[in-house]
């Protein structure tokens, strides 16, 4: 049997309500990946500093503690090869808006489903 399409790989996920961050474990884990989580911008940055090398960051654009944009750029710094896919319940446009869109690399619509939220991985991480 072929191993689960995230094995062997490292994931951040990074937002401030709770369900979201448990939805979005079970369905990593499911699929193999080894998931870090995080519930604002500052415990964000610390776990790409401290816990890293991450193969992805799946980044709420609306958490407390710091501005998406500055949690991107921190993050950035600290680990410049990391894919970032922002996640918000907002539309794809004002999300984009109000983020250091240029930055990252995609986008995914909250509510997201199971294949939806793979597929965001891939797209970015490749």
Do not use: H, Y
Not at 3 to 13: E, Y
Not at 97 to 126: M, N, W
Request: aromatic share 4%; charged share 25%.
């Amino acid at each position: 049997m072929a191993d689960a399409p995230g094995t062997g790989r490292r994931i951040l996920v990074a937002d401030d309500e709770e369900s979201v961050r448990f939805v979005a474990q079970r369905i990593l884990e499911r699929s193999g990946f080894d998931v870090t989580l995080a519930a604002d911008g500052p415990e964000t940055v610390t776990a790409v500093q401290s816990s890293g090398p991450f193969d992805l960051l799946l980044l709420d654009v609306n958490m407390p503690g710091m501005s998406c944009e500055e949690t991107v750029t921190a993050a950035l710094d600290a680990a410049p090869e990391l894919p970032i896919v922002l996640c918000s319940g907002l539309t794809g446009e004002e999300a984009e808006l109000r983020t250091a869109r240029s930055l990252t690399r995609g986008f995914l619509q909250k509510p997201f489903r199971f294949q939806e939220l793979l597929d965001a991985i891939e797209s970015a991480a490749g």
